[in-house]
């Protein structure tokens, strides 16, 4: 069986507020602790009977956990706060479906996933080819810098677009 549902303009605004709130209240939390939560997360998900849709999204979300990790990589101070900022999201137990609900209840983190990924897919692209190049510092630099210009471009272009923000960036 296959189901599909479209997210609302006022669905991401909720999306956006619950981030927002849950930057607020782990403002200065331990970037370990985060990290940490997160893995055990990613870990009660594959080892549950998850939905594959939900299963899939949490693969992803190991990346960015993945990027953080990876000493090779060494995401500057700003992307890092941002990489750790998102991640916070899930030290939340309160969400909007209890995950203790069988087949339903890591569906909402699911969707904060999407979103999440899809506002670092910069970060992530340049992550990704980072891990192909071997870890050579000098393509490391380079690419840093590219995610960094397509992410000022792309939120040049929103600005333009949309007088604020796209419709369905969270940051």
Not at 78 to 89: D, F, I, K, S
Not at 119 to 125: L, S, T, V
Request: glycine fraction near 6%; charge should be negative; hydrophobic fraction near 35%.
């Amino acid at each position: 069986m296959r189901i599909v549902f479209d997210l609302s303009d006022n669905d991401i605004r909720y999306f956006r507020k619950s981030l927002a709130e849950v930057k607020r209240s782990n403002k200065g939390a331990d970037e370990d602790k985060v990290i940490g939560a997160a893995n055990d997360l990613i870990e009660e998900v594959m080892e549950a009977d998850a939905p594959e849709f939900v299963r899939g999204q949490f693969t992803k979300l190991k990346r960015l956990v993945e990027m953080l990790e990876d000493e090779r990589w060494a995401l500057g101070q700003p992307e890092r706060t941002h990489v750790v900022n998102a991640l916070a999201y899930f030290l939340e137990p309160d969400d909007l479906i209890p995950d203790s609900i069988p087949g339903l209840g890591y569906l909402d983190d699911a969707i904060m996933v999407s979103l999440v990924l899809d506002g670092m897919k910069h970060e992530i692209e340049a992550y990704e080819r980072f891990c192909m190049t071997d870890g050579d510092s000098k393509k490391r630099k380079q690419l840093q810098e590219r995610m960094r210009t397509k992410k000022r471009s792309e939120r040049e272009r929103k600005r333009i677009v949309s007088g604020k923000r796209g419709p369905l960036g969270l940051w």
